[in-house]
């Protein structure tokens, strides 16, 4: 027995997953040293936007957070601590680190996402 799948569903579900995978994953590229040795210039980071959905933020995770004092501007740090819902950042390089020893703490709002794959 064969079972046919109309288009329009077919359609349909491939339109949702592309809409789902957009709102989902992003990729950046890295700029600067702040985050070597786990991160370097020029790498590619994939960054799952809905991460904390399932779980909150947690001490060592690597993400994708606006910058405080630039707005629009995107970093890369690692979450080194959590006091009251907000989040202090550190670079793993810390001798190139902007971060919030700098700044201060961020808000959960301002992070983008986790970083979940490094790319070359």
């Not at 947690?58 to 959590?82: F, I, Q, S, W, Y």
């Not at 670079?91 to 992070?111: A, L, Q």
Request: charged share 20%; proline share 8%; no cysteine.
């Amino acid at each position: 027995m064969r079972v046919r799948i109309p288009v329009a569903t077919v359609a349909l579900t491939v339109l949702a997953f592309v809409v789902v995978l957009y709102a989902s994953v992003r990729l950046y590229t890295v700029h600067g040293d702040s985050m070597e040795p786990t991160v370097s210039s020029g790498q590619i980071v994939l960054v799952n936007r809905l991460a904390f959905v399932t779980r909150p933020p947690r001490t060592g995770d690597v993400v994708v957070v606006e910058h405080p004092l630039h707005p629009g501007a995107l970093v890369v740090k690692r979450l080194a601590g959590a006091q009251d819902g907000r989040f202090f950042l550190r670079g793993d390089n810390p001798s190139h680190s902007i971060d919030s020893r700098h700044y201060g703490t961020v808000p959960e709002s301002r992070i983008h996402g986790r970083v979940v794959f490094i790319g070359p």
